[in-house]
């Protein structure tokens, strides 16, 4: 979810995801500096400026990536949390925030560039 021209610079902010088909698909959060942008290979979480999570491969992205929770299917709903003000992310899967899910803590604050 792209929205330009309205940087989010505290407070508590979520938005859900509709699995309409399998496979690779990162979905997150970016700060304004950030490199990735759409129609381009980079997706969310492959630089150090955004946060993401790709359950097709069951990884979470900053930077890099490492295992993370468990796949999604066709019909999945992927809700994505950020609190700016504690600087966390979290995930959740069908309304559950249960399992393994993970989390991103100690988030660079989008004023703190």
Not at 12 to 29: D, R
Not at 52 to 70: A, I, M, P, Q
Request: glycine fraction near 16%.
């Amino acid at each position: 979810m792209i929205v330009p021209g309205a940087p989010l610079k505290s407070g508590k902010w979520y938005y859900e995801w509709e699995c309409v088909s399998n496979g690779t698909h990162q979905i997150g959060w970016c700060k304004a500096d950030g490199s990735f942008q759409p129609g381009r290979t980079d997706g969310v979480g492959d630089d150090a400026a955004s946060w993401g999570c790709d359950l097709g491969r069951e990884r979470k992205w900053h930077n890099g990536s490492e295992s993370f929770g468990d796949s999604w299917e066709d019909g999945a709903t992927v809700g994505c949390a950020v609190d700016l003000d504690a600087g966390t992310m979290s995930f959740s899967k069908n309304g559950s925030w249960d399992g393994p899910w993970g989390a991103f803590g100690r988030l660079a604050r989008p004023h703190n560039r």
